[in-house]
């Protein structure tokens, strides 16, 4: 990583960038409040800090420690706020994204993404391509879904998230949603990873069911070195042996996250619990742990619901949600 001076300019960027790229290696631009870092990439083995020292404006040639670089606070300090649509996501204000686990239906679909938005949420979920454990469970209406979604946003002027599960269905989500959803299940599909970043969409980034945090920031650095640096996190909980919830929702990972990555990231109590009546107390916990907000699975019929219906909660538990939500962050110093 390279420091720029406070004073450099422009050309002398341009200069350090210049010469990174004459070598055959990916320079990442990444400004901050104070003076500007630029990223190396690309590079195999550890390179000679001299040459680059050398250029002017520069301050210094530092050696990323950890084996994520972009993602890292190291080479980016400030905070990053990621927007979706205009949402922004990562500062003082937490965000509120809440939809169904599955788009089922126009009527489905419009009626949860009108109790979203009049009970203060600030983005639509929803996935049209639906990555099943079951070959026989419902695997969503794919494009026809999309066209719903994007219905849904221009009623409520909400903006829309929704899942990819493969190339094909990464190009349509792209053209149609406002952010691009990783799921769990494909934290790790590289080739997926890589397209993502090059997409010119945010990517909310969900934890693999067994991913330590280092291999989670592996994969948002896959997105990031390709040159998409709107990446969310999100934390959905992993496998154990605790049998009471479909998952254990690791709410320690947040302040880690916070500690050692500049990156956004969001909390899932519905799959990190798997069940209703656990998500309200886990969205006020994952609130109060320094979380950037929540994203809720909503159903305005969940026993009727073809996808995770045992963990949506209804419309009006989600309004009382947010209300309990918005004490939670006063009292943290955040603001909803
Ligand atoms: C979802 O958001 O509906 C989903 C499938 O999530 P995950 O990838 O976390 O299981
Ligand atoms: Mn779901």
Redesign the pocket.
Known sequence: MIVMRQDATAEHVAGVIAAIEARGLSAHAIPGAQRTAIGITGNEGPLETAVFEALPGVLEAIRVSHPYKLVSREVKPDESIVTIGDVAIGGRKLVVIGGP??VESREQTLTVARGIKSAGGHIL?G?AF??RTSPYSFQGLGEEGLKILAEAREETGLPIVT?AVDMESLDLVERYADAI?I????MQNFSLLKRAGKAKKPVLL??G?SATLEEFLMSAEYIVSQGNYQVIL?E??VRTFSDYSRNTLDLTVVPAVKQISHLPILV?P??GTGKRDKVPALSRAAVAVGADGV?I?VHHDPDRAL??GPQSIRPDAFAQLVVELRRVADAVGRIL
């Open positions: 686990c599955a979920r996935g639906k990555p899942e959803q799921g769990a299940r494909n969900k934890r069911m999100c959905r909980g899932d519905s799959h994203i699975e996808s995770d």
